[in-house]
């Protein structure tokens, strides 16, 4: 999948702002004070995980042992930074519906603060 790195530098704002995205505490950041948005998630194998929003280009040092990228989930976020809706989301990206919402919730998040 070769156009999402072309996606992500197209779309990635010049400079990124601390997002919240769960209750959980934040990552540490990185040497250059960015903190990679995160969400929990359960895909299709129905295990819920910590999986990055942002590209491994936008973020520089993004995975910790927990955090994980999977691009249907970056991609997803994208879209919904541009205003699509869950449903939407779930079925243009082969997500599960509650994966998709929490996606939705944390790109709306993102957008305020």
Do not use: N
Not at 59 to 66: D, S
């Amino acid at each position: 999948m070769r156009l999402l790195p072309h996606l992500t530098k197209l779309t990635a704002p010049a400079r990124r702002h601390h997002h919240t995205t769960d209750q959980r505490p934040s990552p540490s950041p990185s040497p250059t004070g960015h903190i990679c948005p995160r969400v929990q998630l359960a895909l299709q194998d129905g295990t819920e995980r910590e999986y990055l929003l942002d590209g491994p280009s936008t973020c520089p040092r993004p995975r910790g042992p927990r955090a994980r990228y999977e691009p249907r989930v970056h991609l997803a976020y994208l879209l919904a930074q541009q205003g699509h809706d869950a449903h939407w989301l779930a079925r243009f990206a082969d997500l599960p519906l509650p994966a998709a919402e929490r996606i939705t919730e944390a790109a709306a998040s993102a957008t305020r603060g």
